[in-house]
């Protein structure tokens, strides 16, 4: 139960902040450029993304053995949760600037001025480009924690609630959601990704947690207190004059 | 060509900001496999977290007092 909650829940945010950032560059492209090519160019990246997503999970679900699964794919979970952990802490410490989607929108606006030819093929690459990359991440969310936790039907419908929920959000109201907490969102993914992905690796190196699952709550506990801890010292350090 | 250069790349830096940090990451959880595989008691994987949580302090704060030092 708290698994497929837990899996729910960091596909679905997971491919929440992603979504953000990609419907940004797709809006950034339709509003200056028509809509036509850049819809045709999200179109593809969603098709790509979707195959990627049936290949790989259908490959670790099937064919890699349990405790391999969660020992390879827990480690590259770990690593994933520590690098969106890492950036949330320099965030948080102001060392590194807050994702700002307006200032995002600006710069892709400001790449995209000038004539634009009835195939657009600048409109279509870019749009393409950017759902593309961005969607990378939330596949491997997806499949590495719904792989694992042997939940992939939740973690998809996770990844695609979130999809459908930004893209409604983005129709309604036809400029960059500014106002969603992105980087609250990628700080709450770090830790959840990172905790799951410990419980994960250690289970198949053959660990047993007490409790169970339940543990993952206490893993999670532990790093978020590091994290606070590592934001507090960045804090308090002197500026060099 | 360029396209595929960018999702090698986008795919390297899913895992991988700095390879310090990574190696090291990557070499508490080899010796946590070594404990754990070898002692078999309940609850060690937490140290395994706890000195992964230690790391996140040490990574950070390295590269804020890197980044203050570039200013």
Redesign the interface.
Known sequence: MYAQVLTFGAAFLGSAVESVEALTIVLAVGLTRGWRSPLYGTAVALVSLAVLVLIFGQLIVTKVPESTLK?IIG??I???G??W???A??RS?G??AMHDEDKSYADTVGELQGTVARQDWIGFTIAL?GV??EG??VV?IVVAVGGTSGGLPVAVAGGLAAMIVVAAMGLVVRKPLAQVPENTLKYAVGLIL??LG??W??EG??????LDFV?VF??AV??F???R??VM??QR?P??A | MRFIRAAAQEVVGLFVGDWAQTLLSVAILAVGWLALSRIHVIGLAFVVATALAVQLVYATTVEARKRARAH
């Open positions: 020992l480690t590259l770990v690593l994933f520590l690098r952990l890492h950036k802490v320099l410490a060392v590194i480009k593309f990359l990378l991440e491997f990172t905790s410990t419980f690796v250690s190196m053959g660990a047993t947690w007490p543990s206490g893993i532990i790093y207190g590091a994290s801890v590592a010292l960045i350090r500026v060099p």
